[in-house]
Protein backbone atom coordinates (compact mmCIF):
# COMPACT_ATOMS: atom_id res chain seq x y z
CA UNK A 1 0.00 0.00 0.00
CA UNK A 2 1.54 3.28 -0.78
CA UNK A 3 1.62 6.24 2.27
CA UNK A 4 0.63 9.62 1.90
CA UNK A 5 3.91 11.83 1.31
CA UNK A 6 2.66 14.58 3.02
CA UNK A 7 3.05 13.36 6.49
CA UNK A 8 5.83 12.50 8.24
CA UNK A 9 6.28 9.16 10.32
CA UNK A 10 5.07 10.99 13.53
CA UNK A 11 2.17 11.71 11.37
CA UNK A 12 2.85 15.13 11.17
CA UNK A 13 2.18 17.57 7.77
CA UNK A 14 5.08 18.73 6.17
CA UNK A 15 6.23 19.96 2.62
CA UNK A 16 7.68 16.83 0.71
CA UNK A 17 11.85 16.84 0.29
CA UNK A 18 12.09 16.73 -3.93
CA UNK A 19 15.75 17.73 -3.54
CA UNK A 20 17.28 14.67 -4.69
CA UNK A 21 15.10 13.94 -7.96
CA UNK A 22 16.33 14.37 -11.18
CA UNK A 23 14.78 17.92 -12.84
CA UNK A 24 13.09 16.53 -15.44
CA UNK A 25 10.85 17.86 -18.43
CA UNK A 26 6.80 17.80 -16.76
CA UNK A 27 3.36 18.06 -17.85
CA UNK A 28 -0.02 18.30 -16.70
CA UNK A 29 -3.35 18.04 -18.21
CA UNK A 30 -7.01 18.80 -16.12
CA UNK A 31 -10.20 19.38 -17.64
CA UNK A 32 -13.68 20.65 -15.69
CA UNK A 33 -16.82 22.07 -16.76
CA UNK A 34 -19.67 24.56 -15.71
CA UNK A 35 -22.85 23.52 -17.01
CA UNK A 36 -25.86 26.49 -17.61
CA UNK A 37 -28.69 27.92 -18.72
CA UNK A 38 -28.54 27.80 -22.94
CA UNK A 39 -29.48 30.86 -22.90
CA UNK A 40 -26.21 31.77 -20.77
CA UNK A 41 -23.97 29.67 -22.60
CA UNK A 42 -24.92 31.53 -25.79
CA UNK A 43 -24.51 35.06 -23.98
CA UNK A 44 -20.63 33.78 -23.72
CA UNK A 45 -20.44 32.59 -26.84
CA UNK A 46 -21.88 35.76 -28.71
CA UNK A 47 -19.58 38.00 -26.47
CA UNK A 48 -22.49 40.24 -25.69
CA UNK A 49 -21.93 39.93 -22.07
CA UNK A 50 -22.05 43.21 -20.47
CA UNK A 51 -19.21 42.79 -18.32
CA UNK A 52 -16.98 41.72 -21.32
CA UNK A 53 -15.15 38.66 -22.85
CA UNK A 54 -15.77 35.82 -20.18
CA UNK A 55 -13.32 33.52 -21.89
CA UNK A 56 -10.61 35.65 -22.03
CA UNK A 57 -10.76 37.05 -18.33
CA UNK A 58 -11.48 33.74 -17.49
CA UNK A 59 -8.45 32.18 -19.10
CA UNK A 60 -5.85 34.96 -17.80
CA UNK A 61 -7.70 34.11 -14.16
CA UNK A 62 -6.60 30.34 -14.91
CA UNK A 63 -3.16 31.53 -15.65
CA UNK A 64 -2.35 33.82 -12.67
CA UNK A 65 -3.90 30.87 -10.38
CA UNK A 66 -1.12 28.36 -11.77
CA UNK A 67 1.27 30.82 -11.03
CA UNK A 68 -0.09 31.16 -7.69
CA UNK A 69 -0.72 27.41 -6.86
CA UNK A 70 2.24 27.20 -3.95
CA UNK A 71 0.63 30.08 -2.29
CA UNK A 72 -3.18 28.35 -2.20
CA UNK A 73 -2.01 24.70 -1.53
CA UNK A 74 -0.10 24.75 1.70
CA UNK A 75 2.33 21.88 1.03
CA UNK A 76 2.94 22.15 -2.89
CA UNK A 77 6.30 23.38 -4.27
CA UNK A 78 6.74 26.77 -5.67
CA UNK A 79 7.59 25.79 -9.41
CA UNK A 80 8.51 28.15 -12.26
CA UNK A 81 6.10 27.48 -14.91
CA UNK A 82 7.74 27.33 -18.58
CA UNK A 83 3.88 27.40 -19.93
CA UNK A 84 0.07 27.05 -19.16
CA UNK A 85 -2.53 27.04 -21.79
CA UNK A 86 -6.41 27.26 -21.39
CA UNK A 87 -8.59 26.32 -23.85
CA UNK A 88 -12.46 25.92 -23.55
CA UNK A 89 -14.57 24.05 -25.62
CA UNK A 90 -18.31 24.81 -25.53
CA UNK A 91 -20.67 21.61 -25.33
CA UNK A 92 -24.67 23.50 -26.88
CA UNK A 93 -26.23 19.50 -26.40
CA UNK A 94 -25.09 19.79 -22.77
CA UNK A 95 -25.23 23.54 -21.82
CA UNK A 96 -21.95 23.00 -20.66
CA UNK A 97 -18.44 24.87 -21.32
CA UNK A 98 -14.89 22.67 -20.84
CA UNK A 99 -12.30 24.01 -19.53
CA UNK A 100 -8.67 21.96 -20.13
CA UNK A 101 -5.42 23.35 -18.81
CA UNK A 102 -1.90 22.17 -19.73
CA UNK A 103 0.88 23.05 -17.41
CA UNK A 104 4.52 22.72 -18.08
CA UNK A 105 7.68 22.52 -16.04
CA UNK A 106 11.66 21.70 -15.98
CA UNK A 107 11.19 20.85 -12.42
CA UNK A 108 11.80 17.99 -9.43
CA UNK A 109 8.09 17.35 -8.84
CA UNK A 110 4.46 17.79 -11.15
CA UNK A 111 2.75 20.04 -12.17
CA UNK A 112 -0.84 18.90 -11.49
CA UNK A 113 -1.72 21.00 -8.76
CA UNK A 114 -0.98 24.13 -10.96
CA UNK A 115 -2.95 22.56 -13.86
CA UNK A 116 -5.96 21.79 -11.57
CA UNK A 117 -5.93 25.19 -9.78
CA UNK A 118 -6.07 27.05 -13.13
CA UNK A 119 -8.83 24.88 -14.48
CA UNK A 120 -10.64 25.78 -11.14
CA UNK A 121 -9.95 29.29 -10.97
CA UNK A 122 -10.79 29.61 -14.76
CA UNK A 123 -14.01 27.54 -14.08
CA UNK A 124 -14.71 30.06 -10.84
CA UNK A 125 -14.04 33.40 -13.37
CA UNK A 126 -16.73 32.24 -15.30
CA UNK A 127 -19.02 31.88 -12.50
CA UNK A 128 -18.21 35.07 -10.95
CA UNK A 129 -19.00 36.88 -14.20
CA UNK A 130 -22.18 35.32 -15.13
CA UNK A 131 -23.55 34.83 -11.75
CA UNK A 132 -25.91 37.68 -12.09
CA UNK A 133 -27.27 36.20 -14.87
CA UNK A 134 -27.68 33.18 -13.92
CA UNK A 135 -26.74 31.45 -10.17
CA UNK A 136 -27.83 27.70 -10.63
CA UNK A 137 -24.14 27.34 -12.73
CA UNK A 138 -22.54 23.85 -11.90
CA UNK A 139 -18.95 23.42 -11.32
CA UNK A 140 -18.06 20.04 -12.19
CA UNK A 141 -15.73 16.84 -12.78
CA UNK A 142 -12.43 18.70 -12.40
CA UNK A 143 -10.03 16.13 -13.06
CA UNK A 144 -6.29 15.39 -14.20
CA UNK A 145 -6.57 13.64 -17.65
CA UNK A 146 -2.66 13.34 -18.02
CA UNK A 147 0.87 13.34 -16.38
CA UNK A 148 4.25 13.16 -18.33
CA UNK A 149 7.49 13.16 -16.58
CA UNK A 150 9.51 12.18 -13.62
CA UNK A 151 10.12 8.83 -12.01
CA UNK A 152 6.07 7.78 -12.66
CA UNK A 153 6.61 8.93 -16.67
CA UNK A 154 3.47 9.14 -18.44
CA UNK A 155 -0.01 8.36 -17.05
CA UNK A 156 -3.48 8.68 -18.80
CA UNK A 157 -6.80 8.68 -17.09
CA UNK A 158 -9.19 6.20 -18.67
CA UNK A 159 -11.89 8.40 -20.09
Known sequence: MTTLTHFNAL???????????AITQRLA?????????PATLQLILAG???????LAVARIAGI???????????LCHPL??????IHFTPNLEKN??????TAKTNGQTG???????????????IYDMCKAVDRGMIIQNV?????????????????
Open 11 to 21: GEAHMVDVGNK
Open 29 to 37: VTEGSISMH
Open 48 to 54: AHKKGDV
Open 64 to 74: MAAKKTADIIP
Open 80 to 85: PLTHID
Open 96 to 101: HMVCRA
Open 111 to 125: VEMEALTATTCALLT
Open 143 to 159: HVIEKQGGNSGHWQANT
